[in-house]
């Protein structure tokens, strides 16, 4: 047994059929363990943890979790006649730290106590995101969307890694190909139709008219910051479109705003020469 606070002293602990000794850490935690489970189910009711990748993130807010958990113990035992349940008092502190307030001090000596002033409500900056660049919260922005006919095989080099991946059809890039992977690293893009693993027969974007060649010649591409917004790509082959080429369907999951706009991107028009 580890424990910061207990050494490796024994008690007697009373039993049904006499007494035993018993670890003096494992006495307190049995004594005191109806404690631990009250804390883990007001933690479990509100959890402030939320899905991430990031281990420190997830700790950091657990850690907060529990501070708040142990303020509230603090509150009601100095307030006992207070009946203040713990989701009131989440949303009291949640409000209270959504409000900007400065409090200003009085100057005084060593020997004098120092008297908060009055609060004074200070007004919020306005957030605007510089020229070109996005704040990360997607409720405040929208997808723009670049289509070109790009006529690119894009292989699987690690030389052009993070910007393809490792499912592309073909091993070796083509010019074209080359040109594109060089215009999504200039834009800070991702080709997202080359990140997901399927069929080779799910691959294909253009079969020749005798049918015994089939490349993968169109792509979709995203900005990195949204990448993981596209959570499948294949090419649909049911669509009778009066074509040599595939369908290419992106599954995307939008969670902000539902509003679109077909405006042309910012990215700049790509030629089809320059890809050549």
Not at 119 to 138: F, Y
Not at 170 to 180: Q, R
Not at 181 to 190: P, R, V
Not at 247 to 262: D, H, I, P, Y
Request: aromatic share 8%; proline share 3%; net charge positive.
């Amino acid at each position: 047994m580890v424990s910061t606070i207990h050494n490796s002293s024994m008690v007697d602990v009373q039993r049904r059929h006499g007494q035993v000794k018993k670890p003096l850490c494992i006495s307190e935690y049995n004594m005191f363990m109806k404690g631990v489970d009250r804390a883990d189910q007001f933690l479990a009711y509100y959890s402030l943890p939320r899905k991430t990748v990031k281990w420190t993130k997830k700790v950091a807010l657990w850690l907060i979790n529990c501070a708040i958990f142990n303020s509230f113990t603090v509150f009601k035992k100095v307030n006992r006649n207070s009946t203040l349940k713990y989701k009131a008092f989440l949303l009291k502190l949640a409000k209270a730290w959504a409000t900007d307030v400065t409090v200003a001090a009085v100057p005084a000596s060593d020997t004098d106590v120092v008297q908060p002033g009055p609060s004074v409500r200070t007004r919020r900056r306005l957030q605007v995101d510089t020229p070109g660049q996005l704040s990360g919260d997607m409720r405040k922005h929208i997808y723009e969307n670049v289509v070109r006919r790009f006529n690119a095989k894009v292989g699987r080099e690690d030389l052009f890694k993070p910007t393809i991946g490792n499912e592309s059809l073909h091993e070796i890039s083509n010019d074209n190909g080359v040109g594109v992977i060089d215009f999504a690293t200039s834009k800070n893009l991702t080709v997202k139709s080359t990140k997901f693993p399927h069929r080779i027969i799910h691959k294909f974007t253009w079969t020749s008219s005798g049918g015994k060649i089939h490349n993968q010649i169109d792509h979709i591409l995203i900005d990195r910051r949204w990448h993981s917004s596209i959570l499948d790509v294949p090419s649909f082959r049911a669509a009778d479109c009066d074509t040599d080429h595939y369908l290419v369907v992106a599954k995307v999951r939008e969670t902000g705003s539902e509003q679109t706009n077909n405006t042309q991107s910012s990215y700049g028009e790509v030629q089809s020469q320059e890809i050549k």
